[in-house]
Every structure is written in C-alpha cells, then in structure tokens.
C-alpha cells in the first residue's frame, strides 16, 4: 500500500504542484491578469494546437484507434449532460444559473490537466492515444456546451453554421485536422520542423497549469454557493465513480482505464467560464465551479488512481 501512495504521489503532485506554483506567482505578483491572459492565448492557440499536431502526426491509427472506447466516452459524456439538464428542471429556475451548473458539471478540462496526468502515470505511448481521445471530445464538449448555454435563455434558434465555424476553426481542431494525413499516411515531417515544434509543445502543459493557478481565486471559495458545491461533486466524485466502473464493467483495464478515469476525473475546463461570460451564463458561478473542482481533484483523482492501482486495475 505504501508503495501505491508513493505511486500516486508521484503521478498527482507534479500537476497540481505547477498549478501552485501559478497560484503563488500571483499572490506574490510575480505575474499578473494579464501575463494569465496572453500565456493562455499563447498555449490555446499555438503550443497547446502544436503539442497536439505532433502527437497525432505521429501515431500509427491502426493500432490505436479503438471505436468502442471512443463510442463509450462519448456516450459516458451525452448521459450524463443530459440527465444533469433534465435533473435541474425542477431545482433551478434561473436560465443563466442552469447554463452554468450544467456546463461545469459535465465538461472537464481533458486538453491540460488531463493529458499531464497521463504523461506522468503511461509516458509518451498512452500519451499518444490520449490525445487522439482529446480530438474526439473537443467538438462534442463545444457542441454541448453550445447548446446548454444558448437553449435555457431561450434566444431563439441555434445558429448551427455559426456554431459549426467556430468549432472547425478552433485551432486545437485545426491541428487535429492538419495532423491525421500524416499519421494516416505515415508521413515524415522534416527533423527542423519536429525540433521546432518540440520546443513549442514542450511550453503547453506546464505554461497551461501556471495559468491555472493564476486565475484561482480562493477569496470566492468563501462566497461559493450550494449549486456550485453540488455541481463539483457531481463532476469529480460521482460521474468518475459511476462511469470508471462502468468501462471497468465493460473489460478496459490498464492503460485505457486509467485514461478513461482521467478523462472522467478531471476538473472543470477553464473555457466553460469564458463561454460562460461570453453568452451571458452565470460566469461568477462558473468559474465558482471551476476553483472548487480544480482543488478537490487534487484528492479525488489521487484517491481514484491509488484504488485503481491498489486492485490491480492501472
């Protein structure tokens, strides 16, 4: 058991020790709002988009490719949303706090988080495969996300070409787009280009975590409401329980459940307080949920590695 702890801790506290990092860089203002905002955009649209080209780029499809799993993701992501939707009905009136709970509840952030994990408990193979998982979730978490923040308030029909362009022109998209011929193709790029780009990828984890842990806010943790408690336990304690047995159940084990559990387990995605703000949600509540999950991970996950690892299962 001691040496599973020693395990865990050594997959876990990287992470979210960078995610400090960030949050006491901007204690201290070592950084700032807006160093946040630019290292965010920087990541978001050049060395996040570039890490995920050359991973991809440089998969064999064939062999890690696997429909079913994808199918069962994508199914464990569509259940959920809805019923968290469907059970809010009666409990929450207010469209822009609706919006807000759902999105926080069901969408979590896979893209950075997520894939540091995973770097950190398979290595480079799993790493691989996760991020071909990470191309599939993205348009459907922007679709869903779409659709619970516009549908509550009411405002008419969805603009489904509108909502469609800004999906495809997302430059994680786009670089998933760029890069399946060369994997499907087994294509070369040339070594000037890898070693660029290396250098770029190399910059997105770690410069993301710190932007985390910038743009935490423990002061709100005072003022955080019943709706975003509930909608964060709903996000990283009972949706990973639930839904890792069930692809547990279904015979995945080892590396593809523990990427599934990841995938599950991760904390409320960032940009669900951007749309948020951007579409006229409850934003305060948002990024609420957002802070409550991204420091209640810290154990949950570790719990849920260390039990998986424990029985055998990672």
Same mark, same amino acid.
């Given at each position: ?22 949050? !006491? ?27 995920? !080209? ?29 019923? %968290? ?61 779409? %659709? ?29 787009? !760029? ?84 995938? !599950? ?50």
């Amino acid at each position: 058991m001691f040496e599973n702890i020693i395990f865990t801790a050594n997959i876990v506290a990287p992470v979210f020790l960078i995610i400090a990092v960030g949050y !006491f860089a901007k204690r201290m203002k070592i950084i700032n709002e807006v160093f946040v905002e630019v290292t965010s955009r920087l990541v978001f649209q050049i060395s996040l988009p570039v890490f995920i !080209f050359l991973e991809i780029a440089e998969l064999d499809l064939s062999q890690v490719l696997e429909l079913k799993q994808i199918a069962y993701i994508y199914a464990a992501t569509i259940i959920p949303y809805l019923l %968290i939707w469907f059970g809010t009905i009666p409990f929450i009136k207010n469209p822009k706090d609706k919006s807000a709970f759902v999105q926080g509840a069901f969408r979590g952030n896979y893209a950075i988080v997520g894939l540091a994990l995973i770097s950190n408990l398979f290595g480079g193979e799993a790493l691989g495969k996760a991020t071909l998982i990470l191309a599939f979730l993205l348009p459907l978490y922007n679709v869903l996300a779409v %659709i619970v923040l516009v549908v509550p308030k009411h405002q008419g029909k969805i603009n489904f070409k509108s909502i469609f362009l800004e999906i495809l022109l997302n430059p994680l998209i786009l670089a998933v787009v !760029f890069a399946l011929p060369l994997s499907y193709f087994k294509l070369k790029l040339p070594e000037m280009f890898i070693s660029t780009g290396n250098y770029l990828a190399d910059l997105a984890l770690p410069l993301a975590l710190v932007g985390i842990g910038g743009s935490l806010n423990m002061e709100n943790l005072k003022r955080a409401s019943t709706l975003a408690f509930t909608a964060s336990i709903i996000k990283i304690v009972i949706l990973p329980i639930i839904l890792t047995i069930g692809a547990y159940l279904l015979g995945y084990v080892m590396d593809d459940l523990g990427i599934m559990f990841i995938v !599950f387990a991760c904390p409320t995605a960032i940009a669900s307080f951007v749309m948020a703000d951007a579409m006229g949600a409850n934003s305060k509540l948002a990024g609420n949920i957002i802070m409550l999950t991204t420091l209640g991970s810290v154990f949950t996950i570790a719990i849920g590695i260390l039990l998986l690892k424990s029985f055998g299962l990672i």
